[in-house]
């Protein structure tokens, strides 16, 4: 079945530094998604991109679809960035399913 | 308020009960899914439902059966649950093919 695998697992930063999260996926993806969950929260959706570079805010998506990967780039981190960030794609059928990686873990101390 | 609500937000119970999940979004939606996220934080989906129908139906336990009434509610019934249930359930919503996509605040089961 479709794989996506997140690096890193976790990631500590100071505020104000950049971070780099990637993801990687087994199948052509239709639809990708990056998601951010606060502990103990729900998931937000944070940027759609399955293809080219999308930002909003801080955040800065970048997919190349042939060669199956993506990256969020956030652009001096805060403290309120803290949480996990998954990566999801949709490999097509029109049904929505969305398969999910493992998440990055991301902790921003001040 | 437009949105995904679930209820309960936190159920505990004990091996061997039923126990049910409700689900409702706001959005106009046409597309719903139940998503189980275990202890480590995987998300997986269970099932999915459009218009009222279901489209996706991963290998999950026979114990637990959706429930579509239309296309705004689906909720999530388990018999007979067992420790292994134990999970974070949530419901999303989006549009055909997955535009849109909202997760609901989720429904914490703890088997006992």
């Known amino acids: 079945g479709q794989q996506v695998q997140q690096s890193p697992a976790s990631l500590v930063l100071q505020e104000g530094e950049n971070a780099e999260l990637q993801c990687n996926f087994s199948s052509t993806a239709t639809q990708l998604q990056w998601f951010y969950q606060r502990p103990g929260g729900s998931l937000v959706s944070l940027l759609y991109n399955p293809s080219g570079t999308k930002h909003t805010g801080r955040l800065t998506s970048t997919t190349v679809t042939k060669e199956r990967r993506s990256s969020l780039h956030i652009s001096s981190s805060q403290i309120t960035d803290s949480g996990t960030y998954f990566c999801?794609?949709?490999?097509?059928?029109?049904?929505?399913?969305?398969?999910f990686g493992h998440g990055t873990i991301l902790r921003v101390h001040p | 308020e437009t949105a995904v609500f679930q209820t309960p937000n936190y159920h505990v119970t004990q091996v061997g009960n039923e126990v049910s999940f409700n689900c409702k979004q706001t959005?106009?939606?046409?597309?719903m899914y139940w998503y189980k996220q275990d202890s480590k934080k995987l998300l997986k989906i269970m099932f999915s439902y459009n218009n009222k129908q279901l489209i996706v139906n991963e290998t999950v336990p026979r114990r637990f059966s959706p429930q579509s009434s239309d296309k705004a509610h689906l909720n999530l019934r388990i018999k007979s649950v067992e420790p292994e249930d134990s999970a974070v359930y949530l419901c999303?919503?989006?549009?055909?093919?997955?535009?849109?996509?909202?997760f609901g605040s989720g429904t914490r089961l703890l088997v006992i």
């Open positions: 999303a919503s989006s549009y055909t093919g997955g535009s849109d996509y909202t």
């Open positions: 959005l106009g939606h046409d597309t």
């Open positions: 999801a794609i949709n490999t097509g059928a029109n049904t929505g399913k969305l398969t």
